[in-house]
């Protein structure tokens, strides 16, 4: 096994393995801590590495690791990675075909692995449990831990079931992770697997590069569409609420012009697995799914996320936008909103069939939700709060630091409303309710006579956009509801409603926006088919301008690389990150010991692709090789 060829000294495996010249933040302490035995729960934001602090860990213990996750599509990213860097490393879950699926147990057996990674199902099954307990163990690590916790946004019950595993295993160290756990969730984890005395370590959840930004959903097609031209030739995401509505807008955006796909969890088995292998080629893809896609996708150049329909808590909203720029590059997101989506998610949750203790939670979680998107002040500072997290100042590159969103005294305004609801039976949608404030003579409102209510006209010196915008913040705020069993009226709820009625409570109402357009940032140029090398590193560390000569050695590296993944049948970023092709073309190494020190290039990877990168660089070779083509 490698772990027993190479030194036990985390920094070491770091440099040799990994490529990787030293620890990020919390990582060097929580893999010291495991690989000295101890159990721990990392929290880090996605992309912030939390892999290296069970994998060092892994390769300087004796034994094989255990990595127990619920995600088919990053278990087999996470096999090829670690193969490509000389780890004997593999993976059991539904989708392993039976022979490889023999293999790989016969390779745990002899004790030739140094990770296996297997679904929570598969280690409860099989008498794979038991077979473990014939095995060296180096540790066990329980990836996406949120999974365990009954107050957190994935919670899935055979995990657990890990709790056995300390009694099954004992003095086998453990390290639980995720990006997103409140404090809640945080206590129920440590509970739930038993890990009473492990360390806890806590990265910030900010992600410096997410450019987070919501509006005011006033024609979502229209709005995502200009969304896109702005991310035109790059990769993303796009998150819908319901299966139909993803078929629906991957057509409209083919009908486009735009390459996409739809993807949840009832398509076809076939064409999920052709949309997945088109998303991990490194095709340009926008990618219209539900929440079944995503989690544990691990390419790390998606650019943008954008949801068509809010997410029911901080914690999903959060670990979703985490999918864009895991390279570290920046990413844009966008979030769509509109009171109808907030009537819709709080009913139904009311009609959940949760514990009741797990509906308080579960409400609590939605309203944090409402109050981000009509957040006026920073929203990654609203964003972290979620997690307890203060963000002391502004952080400079959301919607609202870009463009601070002003805010009226709308009290008079929303006294119009509640009223014109009530004096309309409450039974009537938004529109009606417009027309009427309005003065608008509609075909319903002259059947209904709305036109003789006091309140008919009342605010026809206001747009009807400003009206509905109002009607939006009201239904965030509680004073208003949606009959979503019924046809949609509006209804006052009169614990919020009536202090506005009665000049007790004031309404700031956040006046709408149109969506700021921002010049092309330095580090993304335009890419051409898959990327772009708009800023690189110099030797010093320091952002530099790529230059034509660099942009033309990435773009030769790029094809190199797309070329050797499609032999190898494995995503490309699995071979070298963007962000390593981008060092190379600008330090240009000319020798393997040059090319060795450049971040990512472990030696396995040295000894495996050196040569033929060397030789698309177009540096001299040794005599009798033989130069790849580009």
């Known amino acids: 096994m490698l772990a027993e060829a190479i030194l036990n000294d985390p920094a070491q ?26 159990d721990a729960l990392v929290l880090m934001p996605t992309g912030g590495g939390k892999s290296v602090c069970y994998q060092v860990p892994a390769l300087c213990r004796t034994g094989t690791a255990v990595i127990v996750s619920p995600l088919i599509a990053l278990m087999d990213d996470q096999v090829a990675a670690l193969r490509q860097l000389g780890v004997n490393a593999g993976a059991l ?10 293999s790989i147990t016969r390779d745990l057996i002899e004790q030739q692995l140094d990770l296996l990674y297997v679904s929570p199902e598969r280690l409860l ?38 709790a056995r595993i300390p009694a099954m295993y004992p003095g086998v160290p453990r390290i639980a992770l995720t990006a997103t756990a409140d404090a809640r969730t ?12 492990a360390k806890v370590f806590v990265s910030s959840f900010h992600r410096a590069n997410l450019r987070l930004s919501a509006e005011a959903k006033v024609g979502e097609t229209a709005q995502l569409l200009e969304f896109l031209r702005r991310h035109q030739g790059e990769c993303g995401i796009v998150y819908c609420g319901s299966r139909a509505k993803t078929e629906r807008m991957a057509a409209k955006l083919n009908q486009r012009g735009f390459a996409a796909v739809a993807f949840h969890a009832g398509l076809d088995p076939e064409l999920k697995r052709d ?18 896609f995503g989690m544990g996708i691990d390419r790390p150049d998606v650019r943008f996320v954008v949801h068509l329909d809010m997410p029911d808590s901080p914690e999903a909203y959060y670990q979703q936008i985490g999918r864009a720029g895991r390279d570290g590059d920046p990413a844009d997101t966008l979030l769509l909103f509109g009171g109808q989506d907030v009537a819709q998610a709080r009913h139904w949750l009311a009609q959940s069939a949760a514990p009741e203790a797990r509906k308080r939670v579960m409400r609590t979680k939605l309203e944090e939700m409402v109050a981000l998107t009509e957040a006026v ?17 502004g952080c400079g590159h959301c919607d609202n630091c870009e463009a601070p969103p002003v805010t009226l005294d709308a009290t008079t305004e929303a006294q119009m409303v509640l009223s014109a609801v009530y004096r309309t039976e409450q039974i009537f949608g938004a529109e009606h309710i417009v027309a009427v404030l309005r003065g608008e003579r509609t075909e319903g409102v002259i059947r209904h006579r709305h036109d003789r209510l006091r309140t008919f006209g009342v605010g026809a010196a206001h747009v009807a956009t400003y009206w509905r915008g109002l009607i939006r913040q009201l239904i965030a705020r509680r004073a208003l509801d949606v009959d979503t069993e019924g046809h949609g009226g509006l209804f006052l709820v009169q614990d919020e409603a009536r202090p506005i009625l009665r000049g007790e409570a004031k309404v700031m109402l956040r006046q709408e926006r149109a969506p700021v357009v921002r010049a092309e ?9 898959g990327g772009s090398v708009g800023v690189s590193l110099g030797r010093g560390g320091e952002p530099v301008q790529a230059s034509p000569q660099q942009a033309s050695l990435y773009e030769a590296l790029r094809l190199w690389r797309l070329a050797e993944a499609r032999g190898q049948s494995i995503p490309p970023y699995v071979i070298f990150h963007d962000s390593v092709l981008r060092d190379i073309a600008a330090q240009r190494p000319a020798t ?8 990512g290039v472990g030696a396995s990877k040295l000894e495996r692709y050196g040569r033929p990168v060397l030789g698309v660089l177009g540096a001299p070779l040794p005599a009798g090789l033989v130069k790849r083509d580009g």
């Open 13 to 38: 495996v770091l440099r040799q393995v990994f490529g990787f010249p030293g620890f990020r933040g919390q990582q060097e302490a929580a893999v010291n801590h495991v690989t000295a035995g101890g």
């Open 93 to 102: 879950h539904s989708e392993v075909d039976p022979a490889e699926a023999r």
């Open 125 to 162: 099954s099989n008498g794979t449990m038991e077979r473990l307990g014939h095995l060296r163990l180096a540790l066990f690590a329980v990836d996406e831990a949120h999974c365990v916790s009954a107050w957190g946004h994935e919670f899935r019950p055979e995990y657990r079931e890990l």
């Open 186 to 197: 945080q206590a129920d984890i440590l509970a739930a697997l038993r890990m009473d005395a």
């Open 275 to 292: 949309s997945l292998a088109r998303f991990r080629s490194g095709e340009a893809l926008v990618v219209v799914a539900t929440i079944a």
């Open 377 to 393: 002040s920073c929203r990654t500072q609203s964003l972290l709060g979620c997690f307890g997290e203060a963000l002391e100042v």
């Open 521 to 529: 940032r330095a580090e993304r140029s335009r890419p051409g088919v």
């Open 592 to 599: 393997l010991q040059e090319l060795g020190q450049i971040k």
